[in-house]
């Protein structure tokens, strides 16, 4: 079930604010449409550079099977996140396949205080509103070789099933269309390849591992 206690969260909403340095640090958003293979891609960056700090998303739904709180997402009840949206704690949010998703704003403002780059997976819900509310954001659109490249790795995943699968299937060409609202796009073919011309759009922006 999800968690009645969002306490792992407390020091991302800490009062105390670090000196600001010289440089502030980007915020660097990858997204996609369901099923591209965003998560595997993400981690395979944080492997070749621990100098990112990855933004952790809170979530309304239950964890799936191998899901640690506070790891892949932090997962929260409908009441804790209205409370979230009526404290204006979120830099964005969504509604997603029957749950809801959104980023807390706190953690990446300490972060980009410090001059810490900042990276970010979320949906392209989620990515219209970063463009909006942080113009200065990098956006990169992580998409398949082909779109039945990705309905068969949708299918193959085995997360959803039935009507679940169903609406993200229906959902396909619509994610796919807001490729042209991005600033880079990646195809993710093969995760390593896809991580390391990540990595190199990074750099563009002046990151240094």
Do not use: C
């Not at 965003?38 to 099977?65: F, M, N």
């Amino acid at each position: 079930m999800v968690s009645d206690s969002v306490a792992g969260m407390s020091t991302a909403f800490a009062d105390d604010w670090p000196v600001a340095a010289d440089r502030q640090g980007r915020l660097f958003v990858i997204s996609g449409p369901s099923g591209v293979g965003k998560g595997t891609v993400v981690r395979r960056v944080l492997e070749l550079d621990s100098t990112l700090y990855y933004s952790v998303s809170a979530k309304t739904r239950a964890p799936r099977p191998g899901e640690v709180n506070g790891r892949e997402y932090w997962f929260v009840s409908e009441e804790q996140f209205d409370g979230m949206i009526d404290r204006g704690e979120l830099l964005e949010y969504a509604s997603m396949f029957g749950h809801r998703s959104g980023t807390p704003a706190r953690p990446v403002e300490l972060q980009r205080i410090q001059g810490i780059d900042v990276l970010l997976e979320i949906d392209v819900q989620g990515a219209r509103q970063i463009r909006e509310r942080v113009p200065d954001a990098v956006l990169i659109f992580l998409e398949p070789p082909s779109q039945e490249e990705l309905i068969r790795r949708l299918k193959a995943r085995g997360t959803e099933h039935g009507a679940d699968l169903e609406r993200r299937l229906q959902r396909v060409d619509a994610e796919m269309a807001e490729a042209e609202r991005f600033d880079h796009r990646v195809v993710n073919d093969e995760v390593d390849r896809a991580a390391l011309e990540v990595m190199a759009i990074l750099e563009r922006y002046g990151h240094t591992a």
